[in-house]
């Protein structure tokens, strides 16, 4: 009994700390013996300024620097080109090169394995180590925390991806759901795909039926029913958006009417359409006039010489991409339409990355009908490739899980090498991003040419709104911000580059820019090293074998010649960088996709034996 009053005594004595912590004031009334003694106080309700812009945040999926008509692209996206023709086109803007460390880099401002996503928060592809767990800290506050916290509605809809798998039932833990990391309200998917017509599908805090109709037109409809709804009960009030599509990561799914608007055009393969979109950048002045097409990487087969039942499998996973992403083009229209017959879009400042890493190289050579991920490890290719044969009527359907082969992959990320996953390429890092607002950005269609990364778009963002990086949120100390404001770039193409230094690593292959060199190197086995080897043992090998290389970014934006020879002395420098930046981000201990794959992390309390796969 005495310990319980004791307990009681310590909690009530402590309530005025938590609430000031929580509230950040003080109550400032007075408390005397009675009413007629006391006088009451109430702290003024947070609000954003009169006229405070809205933010819409559009990343796309696994989509490529050279898919998209806005970036030279051969598939047709009007409303990404609108939003493009009428604002501006960062063309040296990069990701991290996988979904989820790029998600949780966007929505912090900090680098990934800072914020202990270096992988994934998967149980397969996440370790019990700081730059690995997959859950975000709360010192760690996201964009949606600190515009909430200013007055600001705040929404997300499509694809989440950093809520640890241990935490994603409707049991919670939310702390980090979408609703724990400051959206008020969610609709969408917590993991890394899903099915578009069955997803995986949850609305705030619970999971939900989904009604049949494919994802995209669920999660726009979502979206633009919360900007009604709270404009209707608050006419004015700003609101963050964050519009995250499955789209175009796999399974490409998407209703005949838009992918047979593609019937026959990607007949000519992935080497003629390279060199069209290589043609159209440089007319566009997406990249520089005197630049060269990397050779065709080794890994993929000359167009030409595939057999005509190839061609005709390979062109038709082409043409349901295309037709996925032009469908995704189309539900952004329809938000965008929504905000502009609401006389909302002059006033709102829209960020669009088309891609949150390169196009996908998770497709095998021969394309991926089937939703197991890992049957092209249990096959030889040549029965692959029956098999997928057979199911080419299934590619885009709801009964089928697509995506395309390796080849198309490459030609998506036009005008680079390599491809998603690969760190070291810019290939996998580099994507198109697009930002647009009539009332501030007076050029229309401008070319902006300033490195940036993901982490860039948060302080960027605050200080258009001219909304101070916050010391704490909900009585929380936060890590510095790591990213930089790009607001700099908006009136100014010729002004020098303030991003100048940015590491990169991902199951292995990993890189360091620093003002304009970039050291890189590739790392193997990954993942298209364990496809058709069944039975076979994929060997380890240690990152001491691993060739870096080094590239003059300023002058060979696609890293066509290795200086490594050359420089030697400027890649120690970078080296001697990378190992500092890794010490600072908490990337060691380095894990590659051999560990992932033999299932050599997420052990829980030291057992031999992985936590089971979700």
């Known amino acids: ?39 009451e106080w109430w702290a003024a309700p947070v609000k954003a ?69 270096g992988g994934f928060s998967h149980i397969a592809l996440s370790a019990g180590f700081p730059g690995y767990d997959g859950r975000l800290p709360a010192k760690d506050g996201t964009i949606a925390e600190i515009l909430r916290d200013n007055g600001y509605n705040t929404f997300a809809v499509g694809k989440y991806g950093v809520t640890p798998d241990e935490e994603s039932t409707d049991a919670g833990p939310f702390d980090h759901w979408p609703s724990g990391k400051g959206f008020e309200h969610f609709f969408g998917f917590l993991g890394s795909q899903t099915d578009q017509y069955k997803p995986d ?50 399974p490409h799914q998407v209703d005949k009417y838009w992918s047979d608007q593609y019937k026959g055009k990607f007949d000519e393969g992935w080497d003629v359409f390279r060199e069209k979109v290589f043609a159209n950048q440089k007319k566009q002045g997406i990249i520089p006039a005197n630049a060269q097409l990397p050779p065709r990487n080794a890994r993929v087969q000359e167009w030409n010489s595939l057999s005509a039942d190839q061609k005709k499998l390979f062109a038709r996973f082409f043409e349901v991409y295309a037709g996925y992403l032009t469908y995704t083009d189309f539900q952004i229209g329809r938000v965008v339409n929504y905000l502009r017959e ?56 709801a009964a089928g899980f697509a995506n395309y082969p ?30 647009f607002n009539p009332k501030n950005i007076k050029e229309k269609g401008g070319i902006r040419n300033q490195y940036g990364h993901v982490i860039d ?52 292959s990993r890189s360091i820019y620093y003002n304009g060199w970039k050291a890189e ?38 890293e066509r010649n290795n200086l490594a020879k050359k420089y030697p002395e400027k890649l120690a420098e970078l080296k001697k960088i990378f190992d500092q930046q890794a010490e600072k981000n908490h990337l060691y201990p380095l894990i590659d996709w051999h560990d992932v794959n033999n299932k050599k992390i997420h052990h829980p309390n030291g057992s031999d034996t992985q936590a089971p796969i979700k």
């Open 1 to 39: 009994m005495k310990k319980t009053i004791a307990y009681a005594i310590i909690v009530i004595g402590l309530l005025p700390l938590r609430v000031k912590a929580q509230n950040d004031t003080e109550f400032k009334g007075v408390i005397g013996k009675t009413l007629g003694e006391s006088k």
């Open 49 to 117: 300024p009169a006229g405070a812009p809205n933010v819409v945040w559009i990343i796309l999926d696994d989509v490529g620097f050279g898919a998209s008509s806005a970036f030279g692209g051969l598939i047709r996206t009007p409303t990404l080109d609108s939003l493009a023709n009428n604002g501006l086109r960062y063309t040296n803007f990069h990701t991290c090169a996988i979904c989820a460390p790029t998600r949780s880099a966007l929505l912090t401002g900090r680098n990934s394995h800072f914020v202990h996503v």
């Open 201 to 250: 599908l949850v609305e705030d805090n619970a999971h939900v039926t989904p009604d049949g109709r494919h994802l995209s037109e669920q999660m726009t409809d979502k979206a633009i029913s919360y900007i009604a709804r709270q404009q209707k009960n608050a006419p004015g009030k700003p609101f963050f958006l964050y519009y995250s599509p499955g789209a175009t990561h796999a």
């Open 342 to 397: 609401n006389n909302l879009l002059d006033n709102t400042i829209v960020y669009a990355i088309i891609g949150d890493n390169g196009a996908s190289k998770e497709g095998t050579l021969e394309g991926s009908i089937t939703p197991a991920t890992n049957s092209a490890r249990k096959k030889t290719q040549a029965d692959y490739l029956k098999t997928n044969l057979v199911n080419i009527d299934s590619i885009g359907t």
């Open 406 to 435: 390796l080849g198309w992959a490459q030609a998506a990320n036009t005008p680079f090498r390599e491809w998603k996953q690969d760190a070291d390429a810019e290939g996998g890092t580099h994507n198109p991003l697009i930002i």
């Open 457 to 508: 778009l948060l302080p960027t963002t605050l200080e258009f709104l001219k909304i101070n990086t916050p010391e704490y949120v909900r009585g929380i100390k936060q890590d510095s911000i790591q990213g930089t404001s790009l607001l700099y770039s908006f009136a100014d193409a010729k002004a020098p580059s303030r991003h100048t230094i940015q590491h990169y690593y991902i199951f292995g």
């Open 521 to 558: 190197a590739a790392h193997h086995p990954d993942n298209v090293d364990f496809d058709f080897k069944p039975g076979e043992t994929v060997a380890d090998k240690g990152f001491d074998d691993d060739v870096w290389e080094l590239y003059n970014l300023n002058e060979d934006f696609n």
